[in-house]
């Protein structure tokens, strides 16, 4: 099956600056990779996704690549505030009615005012 | 869009008896919903993922038996732990996708605590 890991499992910036969190995959035949955002105690907000057939994609200070060769995707948040303060999980699934999601286990993002 | 909701967020129930949690999409349809559990500090454990009208499908180790699953409309779906003991104490959540989909969209979450 999929695997999904994701380093390191914390990051701290300052804030302003940019965040990098990255994430490999196991299984080529997957061909979509949405991010999630959880704050503590709530529930796991999708902030962005990738398909398989786009290399980038960008909403105003979030951003995704994927490189399907080397089997890694990244997401980029520029310009970081103290409200970007969350866990953030990868994950990936193949399409189809029974394809499910495989996550990674997190990353803790502290920004420092 | 995409709302999903669950109830209810937080319950407390004593050991040996059952609790039903509910997960409602309320603004799509959804064919498919997934049931989580998550414990302090780390990812999403999937528990078993349910098809509107069919039976669902149980990962590996998950009791099919004490973790009851019902997704009997689309926009319903519960989880009823059976017998509950005090290592059922978890965070559960649910997620929803509609058909042809592939984005999902979590409920809140039920805090599950067993005295």
């Known amino acids: 099956g999929e695997n999904v890991e994701q380093h390191p499992s914390t990051l701290s910036v300052q804030e302003g600056d940019s965040a990098v969190i990255k994430c490999t995959y196991s299984d080529s035949a997957s061909n979509y990779f949405p991010w999630y955002k959880q704050e503590l105690g709530k529930r796991p907000q999708l902030i962005i996704d990738i398909r398989s057939n786009v290399g980038e994609k960008k909403d105003q200070r979030i951003a995704v690549t994927l490189n399907k060769t080397a089997k890694h995707f990244s997401l980029h948040i520029t310009e970081t505030q103290p409200e970007d303060s969350a866990v953030y999980f990868c994950a990936a699934s193949m399409s189809g009615a029974n394809s499910k999601l495989t996550f990674g286990k997190g990353i803790t993002l502290s920004v420092r005012p | 869009g995409a709302v999903v909701s669950q109830h209810p967020s937080r319950v407390i129930c004593k050991s040996g008896t059952s609790v039903k949690i509910e997960c409602r999409s309320l603004d799509f349809q959804a064919t498919t919903m997934f049931w989580y559990r998550q414990f302090p500090k780390q990812s999403l454990m999937l528990m078993a993922t349910s098809n509107e009208g069919s039976k669902a499908t149980y990962e590996q180790g998950v009791e099919k038996d004490k973790f009851l699953i019902n997704h009997a409309s689309l926009t319903l779906s519960t989880l009823t732990v059976t017998s509950a003991h005090p290592e059922d104490s978890s965070f559960y959540i649910c997620?929803?996708?509609?058909?042809?989909?592939?984005?999902?969209?979590f409920g809140p979450g039920t805090r599950l605590t067993v005295t």
């Open positions: 997620s929803a996708r509609s058909q042809g989909a592939s984005e999902q969209y």
